[in-house]
T-cell receptor, first 113, second 113 residues
């Protein structure tokens, strides 16, 4: 039982490059989330998926797209990376949207040069 | 405009003493509050939560107090142990914003031997 896994752990991109961050959970959770964490700030919600087949914007969705591939997997895509997207990205899941406990992956540290 | 504020970036406490972490919020619609703990290079892990209908919730060494009139909550850790050294995040959610978690910037707790 791995919980929430994220790949890659680290990534360096040049401005304008694209990449997809992968996330998978094995807890049969319905809801999944993508957050970013910047120095001196709390986590900010980028996108979330309340259930398989649905996705919604969070607080900071600009520059990102997501895909809920199936119940287990939720990917985050940067189509044209910008230095402002340098951050640590966390994926999380919860049984339902209203669940109090979200389970987090270990994070992806992304640097955009 | 930060809706959830943790005004102390860091806190140093002697092992065995009480640690008190504070959190203030501005949105009176928040109805659920959570504390998460985060170690370096790991994702946050859920610690304890409290509903707005309560003013106290206790779980072992951890107690969260909610003062709705002051829009303030605090996390008490008694007694503090070396393994408690981590960053602690306060988060809040509201039914009318689809239970999206709004996070504070975190407080780094250092337990001194």
């Amino acid at each position: 039982n791995a919980g929430v896994t994220q790949t890659p752990k680290f990534q360096v991109l040049k401005t304008g490059q694209s990449m997809t961050l992968q996330c998978a959970q094995d807890m049969n959770h319905n809801s999944m989330y993508w957050y970013r964490q910047d120095p001196g700030m709390g986590l900010r919600l980028i996108y979330y998926s309340a259930s398989e087949g649905t996705t919604d914007k969070g607080e900071v969705p600009n520059g990102y797209n997501v895909s809920r591939l199936n119940k287990r997997e939720f990917s985050l895509r940067l189509e044209s990376a910008a230095p402002s997207q340098t951050s640590v990205y966390f994926c999380a899941s919860s049984e339902f949207l209203v669940s109090d406990t979200q389970y987090f992956g270990p994070g992806t540290r992304l640097t955009v040069l | 405009d930060q809706q959830v504020k943790q005004n102390s970036p860091s806190l140093s406490v002697q092992e065995g003493r009480i640690s008190i972490l504070n959190c203030d919020y501005t949105n009176s619609m928040f109805d659920y509050f959570l504390w998460y703990k985060k170690y370096p290079a790991e994702g946050p892990t859920f610690l304890i939560s409290i509903s707005s209908i309560k003013d106290k919730n206790e779980d072992g060494r951890f107690t969260v107090f909610l003062n709705k009139s002051a829009k303030h909550l605090s996390l008490h850790i008694v007694p503090s142990q070396p393994g408690d050294s981590a960053v602690y995040f306060c988060a809040a959610s509201a039914r009318d914003s689809n239970y999206q978690l709004i996070w504070g910037a975190g407080t780094k707790l250092i337990i001194k031997p």
